[in-house]
Protein backbone atom coordinates (compact mmCIF):
# COMPACT_ATOMS: atom_id res chain seq x y z
CA UNK A 1 0.00 0.00 0.00
CA UNK A 2 1.66 3.60 -1.16
CA UNK A 3 2.07 5.50 2.01
CA UNK A 4 -0.24 8.53 2.50
CA UNK A 5 0.92 12.34 3.39
CA UNK A 6 -0.70 13.84 6.26
CA UNK A 7 -1.80 16.61 3.97
CA UNK A 8 -4.18 14.53 1.74
CA UNK A 9 -5.52 13.25 4.59
CA UNK A 10 -8.63 14.90 6.88
CA UNK A 11 -7.42 16.99 9.46
CA UNK A 12 -8.67 15.15 12.20
CA UNK A 13 -6.78 11.68 10.66
CA UNK A 14 -4.05 13.80 10.41
CA UNK A 15 -3.95 14.79 13.64
CA UNK A 16 -4.34 10.96 14.67
CA UNK A 17 -1.93 10.20 12.50
CA UNK A 18 0.93 12.74 13.50
CA UNK A 19 0.43 11.86 17.06
CA UNK A 20 0.15 8.41 17.16
CA UNK A 21 3.73 8.26 14.83
CA UNK A 22 5.27 10.14 17.68
CA UNK A 23 4.53 8.06 20.54
CA UNK A 24 6.07 5.19 18.42
CA UNK A 25 9.26 7.00 17.83
CA UNK A 26 9.34 8.73 21.10
CA UNK A 27 8.97 4.71 22.28
CA UNK A 28 5.50 5.71 24.04
CA UNK A 29 4.17 2.82 21.81
CA UNK A 30 7.12 0.28 21.87
CA UNK A 31 7.57 -2.46 19.58
CA UNK A 32 4.93 -4.81 19.60
CA UNK A 33 2.35 -3.25 20.98
CA UNK A 34 -1.16 -3.20 20.34
CA UNK A 35 -2.90 -0.39 18.78
CA UNK A 36 -6.50 -1.00 19.80
CA UNK A 37 -8.66 1.58 17.47
CA UNK A 38 -11.32 1.59 20.25
CA UNK A 39 -9.08 2.41 23.04
CA UNK A 40 -7.33 5.06 20.90
CA UNK A 41 -10.78 6.52 19.19
CA UNK A 42 -11.61 6.79 23.15
CA UNK A 43 -8.50 8.92 23.91
CA UNK A 44 -8.74 10.93 21.10
CA UNK A 45 -12.28 11.88 20.94
CA UNK A 46 -13.23 11.19 17.67
CA UNK A 47 -15.12 8.12 16.18
CA UNK A 48 -13.05 4.71 15.65
CA UNK A 49 -12.70 6.02 11.57
CA UNK A 50 -10.30 8.47 11.88
CA UNK A 51 -7.94 6.30 13.83
CA UNK A 52 -8.51 2.83 11.24
CA UNK A 53 -7.70 5.59 8.36
CA UNK A 54 -4.56 6.64 10.47
CA UNK A 55 -3.74 2.95 11.24
CA UNK A 56 -3.77 1.84 7.07
CA UNK A 57 -1.88 5.09 6.45
CA UNK A 58 1.03 4.03 8.72
CA UNK A 59 1.21 0.56 7.66
CA UNK A 60 1.71 1.85 4.74
CA UNK A 61 5.03 3.66 5.74
CA UNK A 62 6.05 0.54 7.96
CA UNK A 63 5.37 1.60 11.15
CA UNK A 64 2.57 -0.54 12.25
CA UNK A 65 1.34 -3.89 11.26
CA UNK A 66 -1.98 -4.81 10.31
CA UNK A 67 -3.18 -8.59 11.19
CA UNK A 68 -6.14 -9.55 10.29
CA UNK A 69 -8.53 -10.58 13.26
CA UNK A 70 -5.66 -9.56 15.37
CA UNK A 71 -5.55 -6.03 15.65
CA UNK A 72 -2.83 -3.72 14.82
CA UNK A 73 0.71 -3.47 16.93
CA UNK A 74 3.62 -1.39 16.24
CA UNK A 75 6.22 -2.87 14.23
CA UNK A 76 8.96 -5.09 16.13
CA UNK A 77 11.70 -4.52 13.33
CA UNK A 78 14.29 -7.89 13.34
CA UNK A 79 18.03 -7.50 12.64
CA UNK A 80 17.39 -8.38 9.08
CA UNK A 81 14.82 -5.66 8.30
CA UNK A 82 16.87 -3.03 9.56
CA UNK A 83 19.87 -4.42 7.71
CA UNK A 84 18.04 -4.21 4.35
CA UNK A 85 16.51 -0.58 5.01
CA UNK A 86 19.94 0.69 5.49
CA UNK A 87 21.24 -1.47 2.74
CA UNK A 88 18.35 0.26 0.55
CA UNK A 89 19.36 3.76 1.44
CA UNK A 90 23.02 3.10 0.52
CA UNK A 91 22.22 1.88 -3.18
CA UNK A 92 20.37 4.71 -3.56
CA UNK A 93 20.87 7.90 -1.44
CA UNK A 94 24.26 8.47 -2.33
CA UNK A 95 23.44 8.95 -5.96
CA UNK A 96 20.46 10.73 -5.35
CA UNK A 97 22.39 13.45 -3.40
CA UNK A 98 24.94 13.50 -5.93
CA UNK A 99 22.98 14.30 -8.73
CA UNK A 100 21.10 16.59 -6.44
CA UNK A 101 24.98 18.59 -5.69
CA UNK A 102 25.30 18.65 -9.59
CA UNK A 103 21.61 19.91 -10.46
CA UNK A 104 22.56 22.85 -8.41
CA UNK A 105 19.92 22.53 -5.97
CA UNK A 106 19.49 25.03 -2.77
CA UNK A 107 19.80 23.50 0.42
CA UNK A 108 18.93 26.24 2.43
CA UNK A 109 16.28 24.14 4.17
CA UNK A 110 18.38 21.68 4.91
CA UNK A 111 20.76 23.80 7.09
CA UNK A 112 17.40 24.62 8.85
CA UNK A 113 16.38 21.45 9.24
CA UNK A 114 19.65 20.59 10.90
CA UNK A 115 19.06 23.38 13.29
CA UNK A 116 16.02 22.36 14.63
CA UNK A 117 17.28 18.68 14.85
CA UNK A 118 19.84 20.69 16.98
CA UNK A 119 17.15 22.69 19.34
CA UNK A 120 14.94 19.03 19.33
CA UNK A 121 13.19 17.52 22.75
CA UNK A 122 12.77 14.04 21.93
CA UNK A 123 13.98 11.51 19.52
CA UNK A 124 10.27 12.00 17.67
CA UNK A 125 11.62 15.75 17.26
CA UNK A 126 15.18 14.97 16.25
CA UNK A 127 14.39 12.49 13.95
CA UNK A 128 11.68 14.37 12.31
CA UNK A 129 14.16 16.76 11.57
CA UNK A 130 16.87 14.63 10.48
CA UNK A 131 14.72 12.92 7.89
CA UNK A 132 13.71 16.48 6.35
CA UNK A 133 17.64 17.37 6.21
CA UNK A 134 18.55 14.11 3.96
CA UNK A 135 15.45 14.73 2.39
CA UNK A 136 16.54 18.52 1.24
CA UNK A 137 19.66 17.00 -0.05
CA UNK A 138 18.12 13.97 -2.24
CA UNK A 139 14.86 16.38 -3.34
CA UNK A 140 16.64 17.96 -6.33
CA UNK A 141 18.13 14.83 -7.97
CA UNK A 142 15.72 15.18 -11.10
CA UNK A 143 14.16 11.66 -10.67
CA UNK A 144 10.90 11.29 -9.42
CA UNK A 145 10.25 7.72 -8.95
CA UNK A 146 14.30 8.31 -6.98
CA UNK A 147 12.40 10.57 -4.44
CA UNK A 148 9.68 8.70 -3.32
CA UNK A 149 11.59 5.35 -3.30
CA UNK A 150 13.62 7.26 -0.96
CA UNK A 151 10.37 9.17 1.00
CA UNK A 152 9.09 5.37 1.18
CA UNK A 153 11.82 4.74 3.58
CA UNK A 154 11.82 7.72 5.61
CA UNK A 155 9.42 6.36 8.22
CA UNK A 156 11.15 2.97 8.29
CA UNK A 157 14.42 4.39 8.94
CA UNK A 158 13.11 6.77 11.46
CA UNK A 159 12.50 3.35 13.44
CA UNK A 160 15.71 2.49 13.51
CA UNK A 161 17.27 5.21 14.63
CA UNK A 162 14.93 5.69 17.39
CA UNK A 163 15.03 2.44 18.73
CA UNK A 164 18.79 2.96 18.29
CA UNK A 165 19.08 6.19 19.90
CA UNK A 166 17.05 4.72 23.03
CA UNK A 167 21.02 2.73 23.37
CA UNK A 168 23.70 3.94 21.98
CA UNK A 169 22.96 8.02 22.07
CA UNK A 170 25.03 8.47 18.90
CA UNK A 171 22.94 11.92 17.39
CA UNK A 172 25.64 14.59 18.24
CA UNK A 173 27.99 12.61 16.21
CA UNK A 174 25.69 12.29 13.27
CA UNK A 175 24.71 15.72 13.76
CA UNK A 176 28.58 16.53 13.21
CA UNK A 177 28.59 14.38 10.18
CA UNK A 178 25.41 16.09 9.09
CA UNK A 179 27.45 19.49 8.81
CA UNK A 180 30.20 18.52 7.10
CA UNK A 181 27.79 17.07 4.09
CA UNK A 182 25.77 20.10 4.15
CA UNK A 183 28.98 21.80 4.02
CA UNK A 184 30.49 19.54 0.82
CA UNK A 185 26.77 19.82 -0.48
CA UNK A 186 26.88 23.72 -0.57
CA UNK A 187 29.95 24.24 -2.15
CA UNK A 188 28.97 22.07 -4.94
CA UNK A 189 31.52 19.35 -4.13
CA UNK A 190 28.82 16.39 -5.49
CA UNK A 191 31.18 13.48 -5.12
CA UNK A 192 32.65 14.44 -1.70
CA UNK A 193 28.96 14.75 -0.55
CA UNK A 194 27.98 11.80 -1.96
CA UNK A 195 31.08 9.97 -0.40
CA UNK A 196 30.73 11.20 3.41
CA UNK A 197 26.95 10.63 3.40
CA UNK A 198 27.95 6.93 2.26
CA UNK A 199 30.29 6.47 5.22
CA UNK A 200 27.50 8.25 7.47
CA UNK A 201 25.21 5.72 6.55
CA UNK A 202 27.73 2.90 6.95
CA UNK A 203 29.04 4.39 10.42
CA UNK A 204 25.44 4.29 11.56
CA UNK A 205 24.47 0.70 10.40
CA UNK A 206 28.12 -0.61 12.16
CA UNK A 207 27.60 1.44 15.54
CA UNK A 208 23.77 1.41 15.86
CA UNK A 209 23.16 -2.14 13.83
CA UNK A 210 25.66 -4.72 13.36
CA UNK A 211 26.98 -4.16 16.80
CA UNK A 212 29.86 -6.32 16.07
CA UNK A 213 27.57 -8.59 13.88
CA UNK A 214 25.43 -9.60 16.71
CA UNK A 215 21.99 -10.06 15.94
CA UNK A 216 20.30 -10.73 19.31
Keep these: MPAVSPGALPSRTAHVLETIKAAILN ?18 GVSKTPVREALKTLEGTGLVVIRPYAGTVVRDLTYEDALAIYDLRLLLEPEAVRRSVRAGGDFSAARKALERAALAEDASERSTANREFHRCLYAACGNPLLVRTLDGLRDQTALVSASSWARIASWEQEAGEHDEILRLAADGDADGAAALLRGHIEGFVDRQIRRDDNPS
Design 27 to 44: GAFKPGSPLVEADLAAQF
